[in-house]
């Protein structure tokens, strides 16, 4: 079994296998390059035991922007793709579909419309819509969804914190290095 180094785990890897499989068929249809759109959006707002919020705030997408300059396919995760195999023992991933990686596997097309950070958000409204290359935003989707689903589930969960304290001093300690104050 392969290791990974932080930089593997946290780059352009930081996807599923489903998404990398199903890239390399839109590439094996000649489908890669086609425009594709998905919207990003909840279908209901997170429960609190028996009491359902009554919205999110969206958060997630610095980070995200940041995640998506940098990652492109490397030579280490190009070889480390090489290293799938299927039940057969036969390369799951072509040569020729990681050629394309190497060469165009980035997101340097891809566009994104979003609500701004910080804003109240509700249900079934998307928070992202996100177009590009076909290949490309599948292998951004589940990249997107940890970084924007959980960021916003924090962020509206300290909204959440803040109004039940009336204007009193919220403290966290849910990280090993971390104390932060909020208040209104």
Not at 71 to 82: I, P, S, T, V
Not at 151 to 180: N, P, Y
Request: aromatic content about 12%; glycine content about 8%.
């Amino acid at each position: 079994m392969q290791t990974l180094d932080h930089a593997t785990m946290r780059g352009i890897l930081f996807t599923d296998q489903y998404q990398l499989t199903m890239a390399q068929l839109y590439y094996r249809l000649g489908l890669h390059e086609l425009e594709a759109q998905f919207d990003h959006y909840f279908r209901r707002n997170p429960d609190y035991d028996q009491h359902q919020a009554g919205y999110c705030v969206n958060a997630g997408m610095a980070w995200l922007l940041d995640w998506m300059k940098d990652a492109h396919f490397r030579a280490q995760d190009l070889d480390y793709l090489r290293g799938h195999l299927d039940s057969n023992g036969n390369a799951l991933f072509g040569e020729d579909f990681l050629q394309y990686l190497g060469s165009y596997g980035n997101f340097d097309a891809v566009t994104i419309h979003a609500i701004p950070e910080g804003r109240v958000v509700h249900p079934n409204t998307p928070l992202t819509v996100v177009s590009g290359p076909m290949a490309m935003v599948q292998i951004l989707e589940t990249a997107l969804l940890n970084t924007l689903n959980y960021q916003t589930l924090i962020a509206t969960k300290a909204a959440r914190m803040v109004d039940a304290s009336r204007g009193g001093m919220i403290l966290e300690f849910g990280g090993a290095h971390t104390r932060t104050a909020w208040s209104s």
